[in-house]
């Protein structure tokens, strides 16, 4: 195994085992040859480059390498985080559709009043909107605004048949 790689390894199992953490700078190539008994730099270097291209290093001209990640891309299995990540959006977007659903109203249990005021409320929103799209231009927001009247509409018309 080349020399590099050996590092390389040395340099993720510190990493991994918390001796730098995320945020926190490498010591210098310097201190590195020293402790590893290289003398070439080059050797430093490319086993920084090898934590690089696994994401756990980035490494900055002139200041040095900086822990960006205590895993590496290769122990990353990409098929379960896209499913725990796909899992983790449906639940969000389950809960927003529930949270958009919180309002119910029975039209047959309610009273006379309230029935009047909130079908003539869609009634004359639904007017208002239709009345608006004679003057909008924004072909796409006219298209909204007509979805919308339809919708008023048609839930005024569902409140009458109850």
């Not at 009634?123 to 008023?152: N, S």
């Amino acid at each position: 195994m080349s020399r590099y790689r050996e590092i390389a390894d040395d340099l993720r199992e510190r990493i991994q085992a918390g001796e730098w953490s995320v945020g926190s700078q490498l010591p210098g190539i310097t201190t590195l040859q020293d402790h590893y008994g290289v003398r070439g730099l080059n050797t430093i270097r490319a086993a920084q480059q090898v934590l690089v291209a696994e994401g756990m290093l980035e490494t900055r001209q002139g200041a040095g390498a900086f822990v960006t990640s205590a895993t590496s891309l290769r122990q990353v299995n990409v098929v379960d985080t896209i499913t725990e990540a796909r899992d983790a959006l449906t639940t969000a977007l389950t809960a927003l559709t529930a949270q958009r659903r919180v309002l119910v109203i029975d039209f047959d249990a309610e009273d006379d009043e309230t029935h009047f005021v909130l079908t003539s409320a869609l009634g004359d929103w639904a007017v208002q909107k239709r009345f608006e799209l004679q003057d909008e231009t924004h072909e796409p927001t006219r298209q909204q605004w007509l979805r919308w009247a339809k919708v008023a509409e048609a839930l005024m018309t569902r409140a009458n048949d109850t």
